[in-house]
């Protein structure tokens, strides 16, 4: 990637382009057979009531939007036994198609890695579709390490977890 990129909070005026970054990550995956988000979680009204709660982040190339991730610190959904506020949560991570295999996932998950421990807490969790192998493998070769699976509605997840203070990202930044 020639340029850094600027990972800043997404503002209510971005909320418009988060929702079509998520659109276009998800379309992408059900032509490719992967369905992974639902029409309903990407309703555009609920995605700009969490950007402007300040829980997404924007990813610019260049000025260009090229990415988004969001990024909370309590997740009662897929991890409802934790009860301290003892870890980070990232969900809808997703990438512009041009700006796949240039590093920004990575760039994403390093920001949430540094803001984890700034906070500071132990983990930095996520979850993912159980039956995505390729997905799955990229968590792990940034560091995350398997936790377990839960059903949460339709889906099977898997639950991953990176020690902030311990393991740090194992990706080449």
């Known amino acids: 990637m020639p340029d850094e990129p600027i990972i800043r909070p997404a503002t209510p005026d971005d909320a418009e382009v988060v929702v079509r970054i998520l659109h276009e990550a998800a379309s992408w995956l059900e032509r490719e057979g992967k369905p992974m ?47 301290l506020p003892e870890a980070a949560y990232v969900h809808r991570l997703a990438v512009r198609r041009r700006y796949a295999g240039t590093g920004l996932a990575a760039r994403l998950l390093s920001w949430a890695v540094e803001r984890t421990r700034a906070l500071p807490r132990t983990y930095l969790r996520l979850d993912c579709e159980a039956s995505r192998p390729r997905l799955r493998a990229f968590y792990e070769s940034f560091g995350f390490r398997y936790h377990s699976d839960k059903h949460v509605g339709p889906y099977h997840v898997s639950r991953y977890q990176l020690d902030v203070a311990a393991d740090g990202p194992a990706v080449r930044r």
């Open 37 to 83: 988000w639902k029409v309903d979680e990407l309703d555009p009204l609920a995605t700009a009531a969490d950007v402007g709660a300040g829980l997404f982040l924007l990813a610019e190339q260049a000025g260009d939007p090229a990415g988004v991730m969001k990024y909370q610190l309590e997740d009662p959904v897929f991890w409802p036994e934790v009860r």
